[in-house]
């Protein structure tokens, strides 16, 4: 069982930056990929981002953020982050950290468990 709690959320104007934050519980964080997803107002979760658990933390991106968003992993700390650069107001959007057994996890129904949501808002 992993139990995750966003946070580091909020107000910025276009061209800023936010670092969220992922705060998980559980004996087996360690062993799980992490992703960052996120859901505007009237559309689908759609997929930011995601760090293996093995290799060293391999990355993969959405095509939307690629070059601006950067996800890090601390085990030791059961945290995954999620650093925002460069933000649009198309980025605006509640953002979730999920956990997946399955590797290279680009998809909601492949994640396990959920956090509640942090909501970031860009404005121009």
């Known amino acids: 069982q992993v139990q995750l709690v966003e946070s580091g959320g909020g107000l910025v104007q276009a061209g800023g930056s936010l670092r969220l934050s992922c705060a998980a519980s559980?004996?087996?964080?360690?062993?799980?990929?992490l992703g960052w997803f996120r859901q505007a107002p009237g559309k689908e979760r759609e997929f930011v981002a995601t760090?293996?658990?093995?290799?060293?933390?391999?990355?993969y991106y959405a095509d939307s953020v690629k070059g601006r968003f950067t996800i890090s992993r601390h085990n030791a700390k059961n945290t995954v982050y999620l650093q925002m650069n460069s933000l649009k107001p198309e980025d605006t959007a509640v953002y979730y950290c999920?956990?997946?057994?399955?590797?290279?996890?680009?998809?909601?129904?492949?994640?396990?468990?959920w956090g509640q949501g942090t909501q970031v808002t860009v404005s121009s």
């Open positions: 999920a956990a997946a057994r399955e590797t290279k996890a680009l998809r909601v129904g492949e994640y396990d468990y």
């Open positions: 760090i293996t658990w093995s290799g060293g933390g391999i990355t």
């Open positions: 559980g004996r087996t964080f360690s062993t799980y990929n």
